[in-house]
């Protein structure tokens, strides 16, 4: 089955510790997303990546870092720079550019800082 | 100013009645799409349906349709004879593909928590 997954689930991880979350998809697709959600909100974009070894930031890129050295993957790193990073995060994918470009998302990892 | 805006933070809606869920937007770009996502409480986010600001016609995709009134920048989602599966928080989101300012990606509205009542 084509899909996109994302690991862990659930991640925990002491103040001033880097983690990077897993994502991965399966589905051929060019451009590949990372989102934040914070509880009652929308979903804000962090990175995007258009082609492999090329990313842009998003709107809220600070505190994070990304990699694309496979098509198929883009693994999102939270640094120790970023001041509140407890979220639920989702990767997404699409074939392209344009108007019309579906987003087909992951499961999701939520992150807790303890 | 909100990019996207849905005004209806909760909604509490019988089984088998018809719901709107609205949406208004707000670009200057000749060029972009409107779209709906369901989140359930297992936090996926499903795709539902998708507006062309170029589409003659509203879209519709089964039990769900979109009034789309480009004019008044509004792209509300129906969707007719709710079912308790409906229950979830939905999502209008927004790409432009001119004025991003280079960002590829969805420009989400805060969401709106249906609730399907037996």
């Known amino acids: 089955d084509g899909g996109i997954t994302q690991s862990p689930k659930y991640l925990f991880r002491k103040e001033g510790q880097n983690v990077t979350l897993s994502c991965e998809q399966n589905l051929n697709h060019d451009a590949m997303y990372w989102y934040r959600q914070d509880p009652g909100q929308g979903l804000r974009l962090i990175y995007y990546?258009?082609?492999?070894?090329?990313?842009q930031k998003g709107d809220i890129a600070e505190g994070y870092s990304v990699s694309r050295e496979k098509k198929e993957s883009f693994p999102l790193t939270v640094t120790s720079a970023q001041k509140n990073p407890t979220a639920f995060y989702l990767c997404?994918?699409?074939?392209?550019?344009?108007?019309?470009?579906?987003?087909?998302f992951g499961p999701g990892t939520r992150l807790t800082v303890l | 100013a909100q990019k996207i805006t849905q005004t209806q933070p909760g909604m509490f809606v019988q089984e088998k009645e018809a719901v709107t869920l609205d949406c208004t937007y707000d670009?200057?770009?000749?060029?972009?799409?409107l779209f709906w996502y369901k989140q359930p409480s297992s936090g996926e986010m499903i795709f539902l349906i998708y507006?062309?600001?170029?589409?003659?016609q509203n879209a519709t995709e089964g039990r769900y349709s979109l009034n789309f009134q480009k004019a008044r920048k509004s792209a509300n989602l129906v969707i007719s004879a709710s079912q308790l599966g409906d229950s979830a928080m939905y999502f209008c989101?927004?790409?432009?593909?001119?004025?991003?300012?280079?960002?590829?990606?969805?420009?989400f509205g805060k969401g709106t928590h249906l609730i399907i009542q037996p």
């Open positions: 997404a994918s699409s074939k392209g550019q344009g108007a019309y470009n579906e987003q087909f």
């Open positions: 670009t200057s770009d000749p060029s972009y799409g």
């Open positions: 989101a927004m790409r432009e593909v001119y004025s991003g300012g280079g960002a590829d990606g969805l420009t």
């Open positions: 990546s258009q082609i492999v070894n090329d990313f």
């Open positions: 507006q062309g600001s170029y589409d003659q």
